[in-house]
């Protein structure tokens, strides 16, 4: 669901009703999923030995192995992304941490941010999150 609050338009990429509080604890913004969830997947890398170890127990597929679950890509280092919206003047997409930090770090991204702190009632359920973070 989107949101506009001072000439600014919310998207809420995190697939869940997201509660934006202030440091009172006192709700400035609340939004709707937007229905579509941004996410990121990591491709983990063998390095230096451990590729050759690999390739000697699973040689059926050469540079790509998955071991206990976990894949691992010899020698390429990469992640996949959902597709995600376009930069948008006055827009600002919110999404999970890591997939902030990689649209931002990788792409360059500056419309984009995540939940901050989590905010907690005294019984240990979540009441929203601080803000948002960078």
């Known amino acids: 669901m989107n949101k506009t609050n001072s000439n600014l338009n919310f998207i809420n990429l995190t697939g869940h009703y ?3 509080l202030d440091e009172h604890g006192a709700r400035i913004l609340a939004l ?6 941004a996410w990121l997947k990591n491709t983990y890398v063998a390095r230096n030995g451990p590729e050759a170890w690999l390739a000697s127990q699973y040689p059926a597929i050469p540079n790509h192995y998955v071991v206990n679950a976990v894949e691992i890509a010899a020698g390429e280092d990469y992640k996949q992304r959902s597709p ?7 827009t600002v997409y919110i999404c999970a941490a890591a ?3 990689f649209l931002r770090e990788d792409e360059g991204r500056t419309d984009v941010y995540s939940p901050g702190k989590l ?16």
Do not use: H, M, N, W
């Open 32 to 37: 709707a999923s937007d229905g579509r969830k």
């Open 84 to 90: 995600f919206p376009p930069e948008e003047a006055g």
């Open 99 to 101: 997939v902030c930090a």
């Open 119 to 134: 905010y907690r009632r005294a019984d240990g359920s979540i009441q929203g999150c601080l803000g948002l973070a960078y």
């Open 18 to 20: 997201l509660t934006i």
